[in-house]
Nanobody
Framework: QVQLVESGGGLVQPGGSLRLSCAAS????????MAWYRQAAGKQRELVAF???????NYPDSVKGRFTISRDNAKNTVYLEMNGLKSEDTAVYYC??????????WGQGTQVTVSS
């Protein structure tokens, strides 16, 4: 079974940057659609970014231009580069793994706190 290990969360000042990593076990990474979601306190979990097997990406307006998702298939790792962080970005960030029509697999989440 695929397992996801996230890292890179922490406390950062407004306007700062942070890079999240999600390492996936197994050998299906290259055919999986990977995504980052986040859930702020008292809010619904929302999509932050996704990247397809072909490298296509998509972002909601809230993070577009500030966040960048990328993947390294050789390392079975997906990244989320976050720049120009705002307090509104404070949330638990979750890595998401999906192959075909199967149920998604989630990481345990990593806390990102943007505060001065």
């Amino acid at each position: 079974q695929v397992q996801l290990v996230e890292s890179g969360g922490g406390l950062v000042q407004p306007g700062g940057s942070l890079r999240l990593s999600c390492a996936a076990s197994g050998r299906l990474f290259s055919i999986a659609t990977m995504a980052w979601y986040r859930q702020a306190a008292g809010k619904q979990r929302e999509l932050v970014a996704f990247i397809t097997t072909g490298g296509s990406t998509n972002y909601p307006d809230s993070v577009k231009g500030r966040f960048t998702i990328s993947r390294d298939n050789a390392k079975n790792t997906v990244y989320l580069e976050m720049n120009g962080l705002k307090s509104e970005d404070t949330a638990v960030y979750y890595c998401n793994f999906r192959v075909g029509g199967s149920a998604p697999i989630w990481g345990q989440g990593t806390q990102v706190t943007v505060s001065s």
